[in-house]
Every structure is written in C-alpha cells, then in structure tokens.
C-alpha cells in the first residue's frame, strides 16, 4: 500500500555535488579551459623559446624594411628599392583579391548555364553537361592548374611571333596584351556619367515593375537600360571628343626587343589561374544549381506553362527565384572554397598572397610565426566576412517564403 | 435474363487476340526519341548542333593525342620526338611505363617495396571490409582498419629493425604510396575527432561549445595550402627544442586538423538530422547523455553520414596534392620531377604525366563518389520503409 | 575534452615518429642517432641529386660524406634530406638537420637574423644569365624589356633587381616556388632568360629540351660565396664543419688523394704527417679521432678530386676551377694550416 510522500521540495535532491550536472558541466568547462590554456602558452613559451635559442629575429618591424625583389603583376606601384614588404603584402593581397572576384563572376556565370543544361530536356546537352561536371570535380585542382599552364605555355606561340587580333590585340606566351586605356584629367565626367546611368536604369526598371503592376503594360525596361547605361557614356565621350577633348587614350601594344611593350597585358599565370578556378568551380556551382531547381516543385513549372510562360521565362521569373533559397548557403561555400583555393596561385607562379608573402617575404626575413599569423588572419577575415555578407542575404531570401 | 440470353443465343466471342496496332511513330522507336530528346523544338535543335560541333571540335584531337599517335613503347626521349618519329607524337606512354615504379613508390627501396605492395594489399582488404555494406563482422572491420591496420602499416613501412625490417626515413617515401598514406591518415585521425567536436559543438556547456566552434570555423576559414606551410615552419616552432618532427608527419599533422573540422560538420548535420524523439526515448530507457550518445545517437547519425563521409574522403583525396607545394615527394611531385628529366625531354612528355595523373585521380575519385551515391540510395531505401 | 585527447594523441604521434634531441652538443646527437642528418638540394646536378635508385652525387653530397667518414669513419652514415629553397633555412633551425650543405649563399643577413653559421666556404661562386641562343643576345646588359624566371626566396631574386635597377634596364620577374617549375617555364618559352648561380646554370642547362640551344652570359653580377650552413651556438660543431673541408684542401695542396693517401702515410713531409694525424692530435680536439683527415682522404677524396669529379672536366658539366683554384694556383680555396 502506498503512502503519499511526504512533501519534500522536488528541486533539491539530496544527491551528492559529484552528481549535480551544473557543477560537473562548470567543472569540464574549466578543465577545458586550463587544458586549452595550458597548450596555447606551452606553444608560445616553446615558440619564444626556440626563437631567442636560435637568434631569429621577431616582431613585426619587419613590414617597414626595404623589399629588395621585384613583382610583375602588380595593381600599385612597387619597386624593388622603394617598397617595404608590407607594400608587398598589399600587392598580394590585391592580386588574390582580383583573381577571387573575377573568379566568382565568371564561375557563377558558367556554374548556372551548366546547371541548367545537365538539366536540360535537350539529352546530348544533358550528357554533355553530366561528363563535364563528373570529369572535373573528380581531378584535383592543382592537376588542373599545372595543366592550363602548360596548355596555355605550349598552346601559344612565342614572344617574336605573336598572334595578331583584331583591334590591336595580342597573343603569345607571355600572355594577352590589350590597349591600355590612359585616362586625361578630364576622365571623371566618364564614371560620373556611367553612374548616372546605371541609377537611371535602376530607377526606370523600378517605374516599369510599378507600371506594369498597375496597369499590366510593358515598358522595354532592357532596351531603355542598355541605352542609358552604355549609350549615355559613349555619347558623352563622343560629345567631349567632338569639342577636341581626348578623355580616355589608348596605348597599344609595341614590338619591342623581347616582346611587345605597353598596353594591357594579361599574364600566362594569371589566365591559367583563372581558367582553372572558373572551370574547377563552375562544376560545384553547376550542381548546386542542378539540387536547386530539383528541389523547385513540378507544379510550379506546370503552373507558369499554364499561364502560357515560355521556358525561358519560366526559369527565370518562377523557378529560379524560388531556387536560390536552396541555391544560396552553398553557394557562398564554393565562393569561400574559390577564394580559398587562389591561393594554389603559388603552383603556377601568380603572385598572390601566399606566393608573395608567404613564399618570397617568409624566406627572406625569416620570420615565418609573423608571417604566417598574417597570411592566416586575412584568410580568415575574408572568409569570415564573405559569410556575413551572404547570410545577410541569405536571411533577405527567405524572409519571402510564406 | 432468359429472355436476353435467348434473344443473344450466339453472342460473338473473339477467340483469338487483335494483333497489337503498331505505336504512334512519334511516341516510340529510336527516330520518335531523336526526335523528342534532341529536336524538340528550334532551341533544342539549335542546341544539339552546338554539342555535336563542340564534341566534334574535341573528341578526334584528344583522342588522336591519347591512342592513335600515341607512343606506347620506348627507352628514352627519341622514342616520343617528333623529329626523330617523323610523325606528330601524341601521348608519350612510353614515358609512364618507364617511370611507373617512380610513380608508385618513389624512391623506397627496390629491395623493400614489396613491403608497400603488402601494404596495398592490407589496404584493399580494409576497405573492402568496411565498404561492402553486408559484410561479416564489421565491427570487426573498424577495428581492423582504425586500429590494427595503421600499426601494421607504419610497421611495414617504416620499418621495425627488430623485427627484421630494416627502416626506411620517409625523405625516401614517395609516389603514390604516400598519396594514399597521406589520405589514409587524414581519414583515419579525422573521424574520431570529427566525431568529437561535432559533439563538442552541439554541447550545452557554452566553453566547450565556444572552443568547438573556434577550432572548427578557424580551419575551415584558412586554405589548406597555409595550413600546410604553418605545420611545416611553424610546428617545429611550437614544440619544445629538443624534438623535431618528421618532415612528413608535419604536413599530416596539418591535413588532419583540416580535415577534421570538415568531419565535424558533417557529423554535425548527422546529429541534426537525429529526430528528437530518439533521445527523448533514449532517456525514458533510462540512458544517460554519454550512453544516449553512444547506443541510441551515433550509431544511427553516422549511418546517415557515410555518404558524406566518403565525399569528403575524395575531397580529402585530392587535396593531398597540394603536400607536392611543401616539398612531400606525393605522386604529383614524382610527375613534376620526373618530367624535367633529360632523358624523356620530349615535348608531350609533361602533358602525358598530367593526363596519367588526372586518369588515376579521376578512377579513384569517380569510383568513390559512385559508392556513395550507391550508398546513398540505400540509405533511403531503407529509411523509406 | 576534445582538445585533449587531441593533444594526447598529437604527442603519441609525435613521439612514434619523434626526432633526435637537439638541446645537446651536435657531435654528440649525431654520434648517438648513428647518422648524419644532411640538408641537400632536391636536384642539381654536380651538387645534390638523386638518380632513380635514391644514390646521391654531388659537390655538396660528398661534403657531408666526408664529415661522415670523419665521424664514423664511414661515408655511408648520412641521410640526405631534399630541401627546397624556401624551407632549407627552418629546417636547419629545428633541428631536422645536422648541417644544410645545399648551394646555400652566406649573407650578412642570414648570417646575423636567421640563427645560422657559415663556418667554410666550399664553392665560390656568382649570378649568371642563361638565354635562348636564337635571341641573338650576347650581354646581359641587353636584356632590357625582357622576361626573366628565378626561383623565389633566394638571394638570386633580389640580385636581379638590383643589377637591373643599377643598369636602369626594365624587365619583368617570374618567379616560382620550386627550380624544377622555374626551370621548365623558361624552357618552354614564358622567359627570355633564365638566372641563377653560374653553377645552377650550366647544372640546369643539361636538363633543356636541346641544351645546345641555351647560352651563359658572360657577366656575373653578384658574389655568391655558397657554403655549408649549421645552426649557431655550437662552436664545436662548426669547427668541425670548417676544418673538414680546410682538410680537404690541406690534403689537396700537399698532394694527397684518395688513390695515394695510404703510402703518403708513411711520407716524412711534417705537413702531411699533421694531416694524416701521424704527428700530433689535431682531430682529438675538435672532438674527432687524429686520424679524421686520413678517413676524409681515404673515403671521399681531396678537394680537388671532389671538385672534378662532380663539376669539374669529370663531370658532365666541365666547370673550371677558376675562384675555386687553390690560393696557390691563382684561386680563393685556401686552407689554414693544420697545426
């Protein structure tokens, strides 16, 4: 038989404090934090340690010291005499900076359309874009690398006997030489302009959705913004040209002794580079892009034919919209992996962070735990901030769902 | 009902069948598929001209460069040079079967590679063991592969004087062998503390869920390239002076940090996708957090998570390429160094070593990423019951 | 707790693999591993290279083989450890290797900031062009404009800017992480020329699609004193390394080699007797056995054998003495005496 219990407060069993889960969890919690604790400053002790034994030189004054060496690719100026080494950082960081960007542009670009295509209903379009993807995500990078650096090296003719293309441009070797256009001191109206246009056209286009709502008239938004973004600034340029103002000069491409001199040139590096990134990239991004659209219900498709939208339209205003939900988080992991990856830059000699910093200031000071830390830190901060950025747009995305 | 039956004595009744009325051309038959799958429409047709025209501009030159000009046998450079051939020379075969021992075990010792090839074996039934899903005694198999067979392994090729073998330094290791060894490792280690900080990161004792997260965001935030160069330079430094590190041991060291931070959040996204109801009737059993863990949780969210294991094994996989940046003699250093040969200096050699390359990562890779596909389907065949 | 078992299992692993101490006296850490741990060049003919079957020849090989056999009196206790140019320098300050004896130019900079000593200069040498004969081009002084692939973190690098910067000449740097890369890009045409050590060049050209195609230039812009580099602070461990190879050319000015060393031992010459470690204990205190520089001799050879048969008339890359004459044949080598 039972007797009620006699009315102890249920909240403190007597149990001993070896059992309370508070104060074992604070326990593993400062166990972990001594053990964490203890290795960091055993790390640094050993690293001071060694440093002072070996009489390496540290801390980071370094940074201010003269360079000493030469970069070909470069955004800033930088010379061997002048510059210090945290100009050199800086040129690396740029040159990664750049070849991430471009990178990122031309891979979401290729990713999309070969995501598409693998789902197309054309079936060789689909095979072909199923090989594609297949064949270059199951090769490593640095394979693909050193092989569009060899192809692009052993494609191309030598320096003397470039290909001529059109419009003053040229190909050998040494990579791809453009004009290079100068700008006069009057060359702000240009930008100016183009800024202009593009808000005209960022504001008509918003007009025309009003309009279009409003009324169901169409106004030919692409025609209008194609005018003002491109048409405005040619037509100011043709207008400051007419009055004899030169705004934007070109210097072309001269044979000299070795090879051509002047204008634009696009290193053999940097192509390859890029041309591995791109290729390597778009091969995740397109099936992303594949997951995407297949995790966009069939009845929505069905119902935009319903509404008698034709397949191109379909895409893009009724399934891609809905796609990039799905699309966006990993997408904004294979833009990290790019950013990442540039940094197998140092296997075909573009000069990007790591080949500059971490390969040639690294070994000519010596202070590898600086270097090193730096290297590390932008890295991470870019990483970090690339995934800020993208989950505040992503958190905008799903806001839509119902 | 009489009455019908009698109005209908001899109703008709077919005896034998109609003979099936040929399909509709455009529905059936290869002509109607052509049609449907590669002419549907302008576009459609537009578009399968392109690829035929794209395959056309690639398919003959690569493969009259990999077979038909293509040079399979031969000694040295003479053998792949178009001037002395007096034909345009594709792929230099000749070149990889010269160089294929270089390629699989570098330089280890004629004498003692039969040690790798037994460690190859040992491999191969490891594997085999842990991936034929049916097999007997897998929990044997882990055992095996984590623990009997990395012991084994480091026994035979680095050798156990003691016992017979005589050692072999790593500076000799190379090729292939240590591709797979540097893989192997980056797997083996990754697991279990991928296991580790992905329940570290799900805790709910905010320190040991901060560090978790640190550790994992911090090596998933920095390219492998500069964990490499930090575990090279920077390793040494950290530790006391009087030890130093094996040149090989140290880019391991680094590969499996990395990997395992990647192993964390796949682990993660297995315990995410455990359905509450599981600890919850764990607990009602009775189970503490740490048995819950082990008998109820794991078990099932590893299960889930072996396709994306075997997905980061590949990426795992071809990320110990870039070991080759570091100075490790892996198999794409064995190819770059070999094709600076004098001896093969002939113009298709270097591309001849990449394709060669690229066909032994592709098979590896490819065949990996369709056993986990395979698995994969499995899986939710058998989740779907 | 993770951390921890990672840091568990990061030492067992460590300690599988664990490494020699370094703490102590060198001599006494290589004495007691059995072997010498030497830093050489991955591939460079004439100075360290490995064949197929994983032998090492060179210049720079056969210096650490003779501070082997003056060791153990066995040259064969040496484990050579392919450095490239961008980890040569850590590898020596952690202590993975004895000595670097790897093309290693002696610089003020390195001397002082990197932690390092370089007791003996083994090969003097200096910066060089190399260019595609078809170019026509016979003075560096006419590179202006041109490409030019170097390997990145040497002192071959920041010569290069300062030649040019000097001569007022433009150019355009290539530069990569490893020789191998550095060389095929200039053999495959994305260089006008290609520089380096005078030595590395005549070594690289032999690896050229047509070897005959390539010249050296004649200037040399910088000095290049290239010698064996070992850690500071071990005073005996340096002496070692300097006197190993002043005994190398003591023996080769006093005439002994490698094929007459065993009679010369009988030779009453007092030079010789001090060398041979008939007369007197020079080895014994530099913490060696007196008859160190008979092994050296006997095993690996004098200076001048060693020379030629790596880079010298024996050697496929016919390098002349030159600065690397004997002080008494017009050259720098010039060895103190023993005694």
């Keep these: ?402 | ?385 | 707790m993770t951390i921890i078992k990672a840091a568990l299992a990061l030492g067992l692993g460590l300690c599988l693999f664990g490494g020699a101490a370094q703490a102590q006296a060198t001599l006494t850490g290589v004495k007691q591993k059995g072997y010498l741990a030497c830093g050489s060049n991955p591939a460079l003919a004439g100075f360290g290279v490995p064949d197929a079957q994983g032998r090492w020849t060179g210049l720079d090989v056969d210096f650490c083989r003779a501070l082997a056999a003056a060791i153990f009196n066995d040259p064969t206790k040496v484990r050579f450890i392919p450095l490239s140019a961008k980890d040569r320098f850590t590898a020596l300050q952690s202590g993975e290797v004895d000595i670097l004896s790897r093309n290693s130019t002696w610089s003020m900079s390195r001397d002082t900031t990197l932690g390092l000593d370089f007791p003996a200069v083994n090969f003097y040498d200096g910066q060089g062009f190399m260019v595609k004969k078809k170019l026509g081009v016979t003075s560096a002084k006419q590179l202006d404009g041109a490409s030019i692939c170097t390997q990145q973190g040497t002192t071959t690098e920041l010569n290069l800017a300062d030649y040019f910067r000097a001569n007022k000449l433009k150019y355009e740097v290539v530069a990569f992480a490893s020789a191998d890369e550095t060389f095929k890009a200039y053999d495959s045409g994305r260089c006008d020329a290609f520089t380096t050590d005078a030595s590395g060049l005549y070594s690289e050209r032999l690896r050229a699609t047509a070897p005959d195609d390539n010249v050296v230039l004649p200037e040399i812009i910088s000095k290049e004193p290239l010698a064996p580099a070992v850690r500071q602070g071990d005073a005996q461990w340096a002496d070692i390394v300097r006197w190993t190879h002043y005994a190398m050319l003591n023996a080769e000015e006093a005439g002994i080699t490698q094929a007459n060393v065993d009679q010369m031992k009988s030779s009453d010459n007092p030079d010789v007797k001090r060398i041979l470690g008939t007369e007197g204990k020079y080895g014994e205190a530099i913490g060696l056995t007196s008859d160190w520089a008979y092994r050296i001799v006997k095993l690996v050879g004098n200076y001048g054998e060693v020379f030629e048969r790596n880079v010298g008339q024996g050697s496929p890359l016919k390098i002349q003495r030159g600065l690397n004459a004997l002080w008494s044949k017009g050259g720098l080598q010039y060895g103190p005496p023993i005694r």
């Excluded at chain 1, 109206?189 to 800024?195: D, G, I, Q, S």
């Excluded at chain 2, 770059?336 to 298709?348: F, H, L, Q």
């Design chain 2, 1 to 385: 009902m009489t009455a019908s039956s009698g109005l209908l004595a001899q109703p008709f009744v077919r005896r034998d069948p109609v003979p099936a009325a040929p399909p509709p051309a455009l529905v059936g038959g290869p002509v109607a598929w052509i049609r449907r799958n590669l002419f549907s429409s302008l576009t459609s047709t537009a578009l399968t001209l392109a690829a035929v025209l794209l395959l056309a501009l690639i398919l003959p030159p690569l493969l009259r460069f990999l077979v038909f000009d293509a040079v399979w046998t031969g000694e040295n450079r003479d053998a792949c040079r178009p001037e002395v051939l007096g034909r345009p020379v594709g792929a230099c075969w000749a070149f990889v079967a010269n160089k294929i021992n270089y390629f699989v075990y570098g330089s280890y010792p004629i004498e003692a590679r039969w040690r790798a090839d037994v460690f190859f074996a040992l491999l191969a039934f490891g594997l085999a063991w842990m991936l034929w899903l049916d097999a007997p005694r897998r929990d044997l198999g882990a055992a095996y592969f984590f623990v009997v067979f990395p012991l084994a392994s480091y026994a035979l090729l680095a050798g156990v004087p003691a016992l017979g073998l005589p050692a072999v330094p790593t500076s000799l290791w190379g090729g292939m062998l240590v591709t797979i060894v540097v893989s192997l490792v980056g797997i083996v280690v990754s697991l279990p503390f991928g296991v580790l900080l992905a329940l570290g990161r799900r805790s709910r004792l905010p320190v040991v869920r901060l560090v978790c997260v640190i550790f994992i965001e911090f090596w998933r935030g920095v390219p492998l390239i500069t964990v490499l160069f930090m575990a090279n330079v920077m390793l040494p430094l950290f530790l006391p002076g009087d030890v130093t590190v094996d040149r090989l041991v140290r880019p391991l060291v680094g590969i499996a940090l990395f990997s395992s931070a990647y192993m964390a959040e796949i682990v993660r996204g297995g315990l995410q996708a455990m359905p509450r109801g599981q600890f919850e009737g764990a607990m009602s059993l009775g189970l503490g957090p740490w048995l819950t863990m082990r008998l109820v949780i794991l078990p099932q969210a590893l299960r889930i998570v072996i396709p994306g294991i075997v997905n980061s094994y590949i990426a795992l996989f071809k990320d110990t390429t870039l070991v080759s940046i570091v100075g490790i003699f892996d198999f794409i250093r064995t190819i770059e160094s070999a094709r600076v040969d004098p001896n093969w200096a002939a113009p298709t050699v270097s591309v001849t070593g990449y394709a060669f390359a690229a066909l032994f990562y592709f098979l590896f890779c490819f065949g990996m990423s369709r056993y986990s596909r395979f698995v994969e389907r499995r899986l939710s065949a058998s989740h779907a019951r």
């Design chain 1, 1 to 402: 038989m039972q007797t009620p219990a006699p009315a102890t407060p249920r909240s403190s069993p007597k149990v001993s404090p070896l059992y309370d889960p508070r104060i074992r969890g604070a326990a593993y919690q400062l166990l972990l934090l001594v053990v964490v604790g203890l290795l960091a400053w055993t790390a640094i002790d050993n690293a001071a340690d060694n440093l002072r034994n070996a009489r390496i030189a540290s801390g980071f004054g370094f940074l201010g010291n003269t360079a000493g060496f030469d970069v070909n690719q470069s955004l800033i100026p930088f010379a061997a005499a002048s510059s210090t080494y945290g100009a050199a950082f800086v040129v690396g960081l740029i040159n990664t900076l750049m070849v991430a960007a471009i990178g990122i542009v031309l891979a979401t670009i290729l990713g999309f359309l070969v995501g598409i295509a693998r789902l197309s209903e054309n079936w060789i379009v689909a095979r072909l874009a199923e090989i594609y993807i297949e064949v270059i995500r199951n090769i490593p990078l640095l394979l693909q690398l050193l092989f569009w650096y060899i192809a692009v090296l052993s494609a191309l003719p030598s320096a003397r006997d470039s290909y001529a293309l059109p419009g003053s441009v040229f190909l050998n070797q040494r990579g791809l030489f453009l004009p290079r256009p100068l700008l006069a001191a009057d060359a702000w109206a240009l930008p100016l302009v183009l800024a202009l246009g593009i808000a005209g056209a960022v504001a008509f286009r918003i007009h025309a959705g009003r309009v279009q709502r409003r009324t169901g008239r169409r106004l030919p938004v692409r025609r209008v913004a194609a005018l003002l973004v491109l048409g405005l600034p040619l037509a100011v340029w043709g207008l400051l040209a007419l009055l004899g103002l030169a705004p934007v000069t070109f210097e072309l491409p001269v044979k000299g002794t070795f090879n051509l001199r002047g204008g634009l040139q696009l290193y053999p590096e940097f192509v390859a580079l890029v041309l591995g990134l791109v290729i390597y990239t778009a091969a995740f991004i397109a099936e992303v892009v594949r997951a995407g659209i297949q995790a966009v219900s069939r009845g929505q498709r069905e119902a935009a034919r319903a509404l008698g939208l034709q397949s191109g339209t379909t895409l893009r205003l009724v399934v891609i919209p809905q796609a990039m939900r799905v699309i966006v988080p990993p997408l904004t992991s294979q833009y990290l992996n790019l950013t990442k990856n540039s940094s197998l830059a140092v296997a075909v000699g573009y000069p990007d962070l790591v080949q500059i910093f971490m390969g040639t200031v690294l070994n000519q000071t010596g202070q590898a735990v600086e270097v090193v830390a730096i290297t590390m830190a932008v890295y991470l901060t870019i990483s970090l901030v690339t995934a800020s950025v993208m989950n505040l747009y992503n958190r905008r995305v799903a806001l839509v769902e119902r």
